[in-house]
């Protein structure tokens, strides 16, 4: 069984920056690829960013291009997210997911295995 822990998330003032962190545990972990999803009171949970594992091409909503970066240290199983100049509307509970199976859409939520518990991510104004 893989397990997903986030942590990282907390209160930032808009402008500011976090890095969020995902480490996967679990036997023969071998992930396709690796994504992040957000979700905002009253929302459904939104791709944000992705990345392949092997080869490292990344993905990502165009609410945060430019904003922020997604990767991966293959040798610790951990998938980062560093999220700079962070407007009041990032603000979620920010969830990293791993999928398995090859040749999925990695912006859809079903292309995902597993999740992590969510770790959340305000921004004031």
């Known amino acids: 069984q893989v397990q997903l822990v986030e942590s990282g998330g907390g209160l930032v003032q808009a402008g500011g920056s976090l890095r969020l962190s995902c480490a996967a545990s679990?036997?023969?972990?071998?992930?396709?690829?690796m994504g992040w999803f957000r979700q905002a009171p009253g929302k459904e949970r939104e791709f944000v960013a992705a990345?392949?594992?092997?080869?490292?091409?990344?993905f990502y909503a165009d609410s945060v291009k430019g904003r922020f970066t997604i990767a991966r240290d293959n040798a610790k199983n951990t998938v980062y997210m560093q999220m700079n100049s962070l407007k009041p509307e990032d603000t979620a509970v920010y969830y990293c997911?791993?999928?398995?199976?090859?040749?999925?859409?990695?912006?859809?939520?079903?292309?995902?295995?597993?999740w992590g518990q969510g770790t959340q991510v305000t921004v004031s104004s």
């Open positions: 990345i392949r594992w092997s080869i490292g091409s990344t």
């Open positions: 997911a791993a999928g398995t199976r090859r040749l999925q859409d990695l912006y859809r939520r079903t292309s995902y295995d597993y």
């Open positions: 679990g036997r023969s972990f071998s992930p396709n690829a």
